[in-house]
């Protein structure tokens, strides 16, 4: 079935870019999760986007309690495309149900309180591993920018499995 709507979760802002990337090529409305309850019906039928911690979807559990989740994609660090088992498996998604992972960004300035000591952990052990790493794959050069260097890695290109999905969603 066709989402209705798009519903998001963000916390440093790349999903929501996102989002509104999604809504301006699908022509759908786009609202955040918190503020969604005010204009959609419960049961709409929406695609939803969260962003990623430890492989869960944020937001996807309050979302599919009130809404008819057609698609899920979950905003990370990672490449576009990849961890998705890991993504549909955390999330405990049917597997009849579409899966998409958009990499996103970091921005260490950006995030607050637990969050921030969490990724500062991160960025030092995880850097630290794949810097040292001497065969590492384009993905991991990307995720070790992102660590040492943050930026931006939202972009039409990341979304365009979503957009095939969409066009030939009934």
């Known amino acids: 079935m066709k989402p209705t709507a798009i519903v998001y979760t963000s916390n440093t802002g790349y999903t929501k870019q996102y989002a ?7 022509s759908l409305p786009v ?7 005010k204009a959609l019906p419960a049961k709409s039928s929406i695609l939803y986007l969260g962003w990623l911690m430890a492989g869960n979807v944020q937001g996807y559990a309050k979302a599919a309690k ?26 405990q998604l049917p597997d009849s149900m579409p ?20 990724m500062t952990v991160m960025a030092k ?3 630290k591993k794949l810097a040292n790493k001497k065969d590492r794959t384009p993905d991991e050069d990307s995720m070790l920018e992102l660590l040492l260097h943050g930026g931006n ?17 009934e």
């Open 20 to 26: 509104e990337l999604l809504g301006k090529k699908t």
């Open 31 to 37: 609202y955040e999760l918190s503020k969604a309850d």
């Open 66 to 91: 009130r809404y008819q989740i057609e698609v899920v994609c979950g905003v990370g660090m990672g490449a576009s495309g990849s961890q998705l088992e890991e993504v549909r498996k955390a999330n």
């Open 99 to 118: 899966v998409f992972t958009l990499q996103g960004g970091f921005d260490m300035a950006k995030l607050h309180g637990i969050y921030k000591m969490m």
């Open 125 to 127: 052990t995880v850097g």
């Open 153 to 169: 890695c939202v972009s039409e290109e990341n979304l365009e499995a979503v957009l095939t999905w969409y066009e030939k969603a």
